[in-house]
């Protein structure tokens, strides 16, 4: 089992920025890849970035140029750094964590990211 606890959401203006943690513990090998989706009313939970543990990174087109993923393996922990807010930011924030099959997956509980305009 992995446990994953997310911390750093928040309101905050737009241009403004933001650094989400998520901090994994526990079967740490499963978590060969560790990521940020996205979540907001009546739309399916998106793909934000994700990173394995060789800092090979991937992002929605819509954050490129603002948002930095990043994890310090020997902390087990993920890093979202979100610069240059935007009101279509807005939503909760899960980590995730899986193996390179996706056979193991698994969710954060979620931290709620506001941006007002």
């Known amino acids: 089992q992995v446990r994953l606890v997310e911390s750093g959401g928040g309101l905050v203006q737009a241009g403004e920025s933001l650094r989400l943690s998520c901090a994994a513990s526990g079967v740490i090998s499963r978590t060969d890849v560790m990521g940020w989706y996205r979540q907001t009313p009546g739309i399916e939970r998106e793909l934000v970035a994700t990173?394995?543990?060789?800092?090979?990174?991937n992002y929605v087109n819509s954050v490129k140029g603002r948002f930095t993923i990043s994890r310090d393996n020997a902390k087990n922990t993920v890093y979202l750094q979100m610069n240059s807010l935007k009101p279509e930011d807005t939503g909760v924030y899960y980590c995730?964590?899986?193996?390179?099959?996706?056979?193991?997956?698994?969710w954060g509980q979620g931290t709620q990211v506001t941006v007002s305009s």
């Open positions: 990173v394995n543990r060789n800092n090979m990174t």
């Open positions: 995730n964590a899986r193996d390179l099959t996706a056979y193991y997956n698994y």
